[in-house]
T-cell receptor, first 110, second 115 residues
Framework: GQQLNQSPQSMFIQEGEDVSMNCTSSSIFNTWLWYKQDPGEGPVLLIALYKAGELTSNGRLTAQFGITRKDSFLNISASIPSDVGIYFCAGPRGTDKLIFGTGTRLQVFP | ETGVTQSPTHLIKTRGQQVTLRCSSQSGHNTVSWYQQALGQGPQFIFQYYREEENGRGNFPPRFSGLQFPNYSSELNVNALELDDSALYLC??????????????FGPGTRLTVL
């Protein structure tokens, strides 16, 4: 099925470092979503972006909606151990389905 | 407010068997979507139910079917199980599908293993 491409695939960082990840698509989206998934859990919405060029923050998280509408970026500042997990970007197609990215696995070392 | 719940948590079946997974939507939500998440992948949309009818379907064969009940809970049925059906099955609930996207809230998933 169709998926969005995320990079990097995985990251191993030290606590306190900043993190950047991105998501690209071959087609445009009018909404970009960023989710975090912990082991054994469902994805939890972190940030939603609704407008090209929009920059939105949620605590230490900041996400941007690319101006081409084909990409989005997520930054995490001053990482902490509980940031560990898999981060997915997603975009809706119509009013029913979400297209998810391939995921970025984040590991934070103390 | 009750979140999305799914049952069972884990399930082991053999090839050729049939399975039914259940989902209760978040309070106030009338739309349920199902996703399949293979190991190391992002979730893939299976279908969505609204007002007890299918309201959109992904690229899954007819042996994947569903139901939605008047209380908005939902079932996912998979017939003639194949090894590749082994995955985490996620249910998500949301408000009326309208002209814009409504946030989907996910349950913890059911881990299905097919041997």
């Amino acid at each position: 099925g169709q998926q969005l491409n995320q990079s990097p695939q995985s990251m191993f960082i030290q606590e306190g470092e900043d993190v950047s990840m991105n998501c690209t698509s071959s087609s445009i989206f009018n909404t970009w979503l960023w989710y975090k998934q912990d082991p054994g859990e469902g994805p939890v919405l972190l940030i939603a972006l609704y407008k090209a060029g929009e920059l939105t923050s949620n605590g230490r998280l900041t996400a941007q909606f690319g101006i081409t509408r084909k990409d989005s970026f997520l930054n995490i500042s001053a990482s902490i151990p509980s940031d560990v997990g898999i981060y997915f970007c997603a975009g809706p197609r119509g009013t029913d389905k979400l297209i998810f990215g391939t995921g970025t696995r984040l590991q934070v070392f103390p | 407010e009750t979140g999305v719940t799914q049952s069972p948590t884990h399930l082991i079946k053999t090839r050729g068997q049939q399975v039914t997974l259940r989902c209760s939507s978040q309070s106030g939500h009338n739309t349920v979507s199902w996703y399949q998440q293979a190991l190391g992948q992002g979730p893939q949309f299976i279908f969505q139910y609204y007002r007890e009818e299918e309201n959109g379907r992904g690229n899954f064969p007819p042996r994947f079917s569903g139901l939605q009940f008047p209380n908005y809970s939902s079932e996912l049925n998979v017939n003639a199980l194949e090894l590749d059906d082994s995955a985490l099955y996620l249910c998500a609930s949301s408000l009326d599908p309208d002209t814009h996207y409504n946030e989907q809230f996910f349950g913890p998933g059911t881990r299905l293993t097919v041997l």
